[in-house]
């Protein structure tokens, strides 16, 4: 039996089917509607043979070879039967997040089987978290989404980013194919670092295959494009061995807003009548929900069916920005012409130094005395700080 409800991304509401609403189904019955029966398992173990899957993984075949194994089989095996509720999470996301690596893929001209990677690395979770540090859809490490575009700080983390990710995850495979023009190579070296398999490589002579290089890669990596493989397959074949994902997220359009002054998300998304849960879909990177106005200029993604209202607001927010740059430019003013003062009182017999911190490099033509001429009295560190003109009037110790 299939029973499919649709989460309309865009729209940020619950569509159930007339038939689910019938069976009394509700969202938090979320990937537990389908459930695998004796007899589906049955059906599954009987019909998924050897001859079918290397059939499939033919038509699936596009730039990267998908290579039949028994390891295959058996990790094919464990999506559809023993890790079934996973898989059905996993196809509720598919939509949503491949129209998106697919788009980037396709747009830096690189094979669309790379969108696997993501499933293989994340699960298709932006908030993936490695015990080693590595984070979001692609994994990457701080260091090396740094090295490839990736803004961290206290505010944002763009790993967890699925547009701009997915931007910096292109890029990385690009530098890797580059480096072993060999894209089953490339995947080894997402996996485990290209040192690895340069070393790989050396210890097998220099011949530059997986097959090669297999008995010197690490564990993890030598499992790595069985499950690349496996992944395919489930992800192009599911819905013949009677798997549907009871909900699902739809790919939705999205336009770009630029904050022009500091930015909430919660604020911005009742003003543009989207949910906030649907605005951090879209930003997950956004750590805090908040942006400084250091931080003014940053691209914030929201529906595109949002547009109209979101165009008034971009003149509001313009209107804001100018008034903020207007009352800071008046509180420097008045701090300009109503300086503190900071008195220093030297000993018996010498002169008290006022600061009245007007601009300038000489002090009180009274005295024609210069500031280099008094930095023994004051100090020279005192005088680097206020770099200002100084009063000097004679007076006797208080």
């Known amino acids: 039996m299939k029973v499919t409800l649709t989460t309309l991304a865009c729209a940020g509401m619950l569509s159930i089917s007339s038939q689910a609403s019938a069976l009394g189904l509700h969202e938090k019955d979320n990937l537990t509607t389908t459930f695998l029966t004796d007899t589906d398992s049955l059906l599954i173990h009987t019909t998924l043979t050897e001859s ?9 075949e596009n730039n990267i070879q998908l290579p039949y194994s028994s390891q295959v089989h058996t990790i094919i095996e464990n999506y559809l039967l023993r890790d ?14 491949f129209t998106i690596f697919e788009e980037t893929l396709q747009r830096h001209q690189l094979p669309e089987e790379l969108k696997y990677v993501a499933v293989l690395e994340s699960e298709l979770k932006p908030e ?31 790993r967890v980013d699925p547009y701009k990710a997915t931007e910096a995850a292109c890029r990385y495979f690009k530098y890797l194919y580059d480096m072993f023009g060999d894209w089953h190579l490339v995947l080894a070296a997402y ?13 097998a002579g220099g011949k530059k295959d997986f097959k090669s290089i297999y008995p010197y890669l690490p564990a993890q990596t030598q ?37 022009k002054w500091n930015f909430n ?59 903020g740059e207007k009352k800071n430019t008046q509180k420097k003013k008045n701090e300009y012409q109503n300086p503190i003062v ?7 017999g010498q002169d008290i130094l006022h600061s009245h911190q007007k601009e300038g490099g000489k002090l009180s033509k009274k005295q024609n005395l210069e500031i280099a001429t008094l930095s023994p009295k004051m100090g020279l560190k005192f005088r680097d700080r206020i770099r200002k003109r100084f009063v000097f009037e004679n007076k006797q110790e208080v």
């Open 223 to 259: 499992a790595y494009l069985p499950k690349f493989v496996a992944i395919a397959y489930v992800m192009n074949y599911a819905d013949d061995h009677n798997i549907y994902a009871s909900q699902t997220i739809n790919a939705v359009a999205t336009d770009i807003f630029t904050t």
């Open 52 to 60: 079918l899957i290397k059939t499939r993984l033919f038509k699936a």
């Open 128 to 158: 993936a978290v490695s015990y080693f540090g590595a984070m979001g859809l692609w994994q990457f490490m701080p260091e090396t989404g740094a090295r490839f575009g990736l803004l961290q700080n206290e505010y944002v983390d763009e």
């Open 191 to 203: 996996n485990c670092g290209e040192g690895n398999v340069m070393i790989a490589i050396d210890n």
């Open 342 to 348: 900071f008195p220093l009182v030297k000993y018996p």
């Open 265 to 323: 998300l919660k604020d911005f998304s009742r003003n543009i009548g989207v949910s906030e849960a649907e605005m951090k879909l879209l930003n997950p990177h956004l750590k805090k929900g908040v942006l400084p106005v250091s931080m003014r200029g940053y691209a914030i993604r929201y529906p595109m069916s949002k547009r109209k209202m979101v165009k008034p607001l971009e003149t509001i927010e313009a209107k804001r920005a100018i008034a």
């Open 84 to 97: 079934r509720k996973s898989t059905l999470e996993l196809l509720s996301k598919k939509d949503f997040y």
